[in-house]
């Protein structure tokens, strides 16, 4: 068994059900028929009011870099379902596909597309499970960075879910889609190291737990933390552990150096965050900031800040990385228009009795208008011409699978989703 | 910026404070003192009353994998946080820590050890985030599939979710814990070649829609497909696209061939199940089987069986693999015992208000007692003596670093976890 993570190949990041239908298409004929797909979304997640739209920059990757190697093709050939010809089409293939979408960090609509993919029939559906997976994940989770740091309000957001999130990249891409969000660092350091993202973190309790006393735990920790003099105060009782950090602050101080915060994790929060503001003050040491952590959420930080909590940053982990309390966007990418044997393109719609499950046919654009307070999306079919004002909101990204331009960078998205809302 | 998959190294799959904690005990001696650390769980997912542990093989892979590349060295001498001396030492570390486990697929009861770890501190501590991510979602996901999987009763479940799911490894881990908890196959492609699991799949609507008509699109999908000829009827209207199934069927017959079945994805599955098999039993199609899929979970299955839906097969997607209703294990790692200066073991513990973030210190052991109807597991300090009768569950997996005994496959592990229950 090998690590998914070691894999050098993605290509086959698909349901079965994408290659025998591409199979399909390869023997009647349909494989570079064009078509157009649409990705929506049916909901805003969260029951909220708006979604960050996020995961373009990893998906053109996955695009850019999709290649069948040799090992794939030959478990597909041991699954007994795919005839060599196919196989051989699958070995030659890389992805010459237009594709449009909405930038990172951009505010959209449910029901509207926010990636458009044309091209080849076969090689728009087989990217269809990875394209979702990728976009629609990163996407869930920026929005809930976004509502998780608009509860926070001043106080900066840090990320520090990797040890409950669904897996490696279920920890990674969350991280990457925290920081779009507008998080402010994450705990995880491969996160920082592939993506840029700022790290931060002081210590967990087992280092308080190493040293005979917590005292003496906190001294330790100073002597090789330099500017980090942030401590973990609730090993064993909080309150004691804030006097304690308070007595190593003043030694500290002596020494020319200044005591960065403490950390709470346990217990009721606006209780103990602000006797812990009141030891600290009466101190001497009102820079000193309170981090809180421990199963928080945008619900929560709103709770505690109502209840008069004196919290400076906020440490947010599971329910951030999961996205809790609704765990999965409800992205979809359907057939829009597919073109005939003439070369006309015909719209394909799906029908469905629930409305939420139909879809609309065409070559569909959005054009977006903006006033001081929001804006307003109309999707109209491209074919039919463009509206009058308002502007384009799915931008040119790949034509025949080349970058049309470098993508933003993730801190240009960043700053794209933490502009002032228009909703 | 490059994808997280396709990372050759993961000794960086770490919160940051694991790896400052690491640099004070190095700095302060402590690195090599040795340590002991238990994993467990706080409580039964989704308000259960089994758990099953899952993870174990992925999580001794990494371990044994877990190299600190030039490149990540260079990424955390660029912190500005660690001296030379530290990063010198993690050049040169490979894991050579003793760990027991309970062996995947068995059921685990909370705040129990499920995996312990032995060795040098500093080992110890910088693999606790990695650790905890492998641990925790394979064992929620295996545990959920479980649950599924006993809903569904003869039935067998295919789970379908990769594009909803939590990232690229969000899927694959899940692909893997949910075939592991019983899942009959999976629609992952790469987890079908990277796990050995049985992939299955049909079509999507966008094949329908791709042909003229419904019934071409069948046809054409029968000439391809061989033995696989289930066709999704819902892109229309459900009925007639059973109708339209059987008048394919009828033609495949005539042929020497036999549908294999209809898939429905949407409208009310009770009525439309029950509509089907009897359309299908008409026309003499009783071996033709009804798959249903969209928005199952063991909950939904349980009610549509209640109803009298007549389903043979339940493709289960977004609730499974994200664990929608609960979707992270409450694992922690907590230090339990430290050898002192004269090498006299320390038992620690974490105390809290928080009766649940307790921790019990000791070099813990679980000695299991089964009877007829399920298991008791106590928890009790190896330095004590083992208790009279019962069976130790955590078994012995690395010895310095290196594998006792071949770890049993997922196929066995999948055995394990689906044999009769005893709870």
Redesign the interface.
């Known amino acids: 068994?090998?690590?998914?993570?070691?894999?050098?190949s993605?290509a086959?990041?698909?349901?079965?059900?994408?290659?025998?239908?591409a199979?399909?298409?390869f023997?009647?004929g349909?494989a570079d028929?064009e078509?157009v797909?649409h990705l929506t979304f049916r909901r805003h997640p969260f029951g909220g009011d708006f979604t960050v739209a996020a995961g373009l920059?990893?998906a053109v990757?996955?695009l850019q870099?999709l290649r069948f190697l040799p090992?794939?093709l030959a478990?597909?050939e041991g699954?007994g379902?795919f005839d060599r010809e196919f196989l051989d089409h699958l070995a030659d293939l890389s992805i010459r596909l237009d594709v449009d979408a909405v930038p990172e960090g951009e505010r959209v609509s449910p029901n509207t597309p926010i990636l458009r993919v044309r091209g080849p029939?076969l090689q728009a559906?087989i990217i269809?499970?990875g394209l979702?997976?990728?976009v629609?994940?990163q996407t869930l989770i920026a929005t809930k960075a976004a509502r998780v740091v608009e509860a926070a309000g001043d106080g900066a957001v840090l990320e520090?879910g990797?040890?409950?999130?669904?897996?490696?990249?279920?920890?990674?891409?969350?991280s990457r889609a925290a920081y779009l969000g507008g998080c402010a660092a994450t705990?995880?350091?491969?996160a920082?190291?592939?993506?840029g993202i700022p790290?931060?973190?002081?210590?967990?309790?087992?280092?308080v737990?190493?040293f005979p006393e917590e005292e003496r735990a906190f001294e330790?920790?100073a002597?090789?933390?330099?500017q980090?003099t942030l401590f973990l105060v609730?090993?064993?009782?909080t309150l004691e552990g804030v006097r304690t950090a308070v007595r190593v602050g003043r030694r500290l101080r002596e020494a020319g150096r200044e005591l960065s915060g403490v950390r709470l994790d346990?217990?009721d929060l606006v209780a103990l965050s602000r006797e812990t503001r009141q030891l600290l003050d009466e101190a001497g040491f009102a820079e000193a900031k309170v981090v809180a952590s421990g199963d928080l959420d945008e619900y929560e930080i709103a709770r505690l800040r109502a209840s008069g909590a004196r919290i400076d940053l906020w440490g947010v982990g599971?329910r951030l990385v999961?996205?809790?309390d609704d765990?999965?966007?409800?992205?979809v990418y359907?057939?829009g228009a597919?073109r005939d044997e003439d070369g006309e393109w015909k719209a394909?719609?799906?029908?469905?009795?629930?409305p939420e499950?139909k879809s609309q046919g065409g070559i569909l654009q959005v054009r977006r208008y903006e006033d001081g307070d929001g804006f307003r999306d109309q999707v109209y079919d491209e074919r039919d011409g463009a509206p009058e004002g308002g502007r384009d909101l799915l931008e040119p990204v790949l034509r025949r699978g080349e970058l049309v331009a470098p993508l933003p960078t993730?801190e240009q998205a960043r700053t794209r989703a933490t502009r002032p809302t228009k909703s």
């Open positions: 068994m090998s690590t998914p993570s070691l894999q050098p993605l086959l990041l698909a349901d079965l059900y994408e290659l025998s239908m199979a399909g298409y023997r009647h349909l028929r078509a797909f920059a990893p990757e996955w870099s090992e794939d478990y597909l699954l379902r029939l559906q269809e499970t979702l997976n990728l629609n994940f520090f990797l040890r409950r999130a669904q897996g490696v990249d279920g920890g990674l891409a969350a705990s995880n350091v491969l920082g190291k592939l993506y790290v931060s973190g002081t210590m967990a309790h087992s280092w737990m190493a330790a920790w002597e090789v933390a330099e980090n609730d090993t064993y009782d346990s217990g599971t999961t996205a809790s765990p999965s966007l409800s992205g359907k057939l597919l394909r719609e799906k029908v469905s009795d629930d499950k993730l």
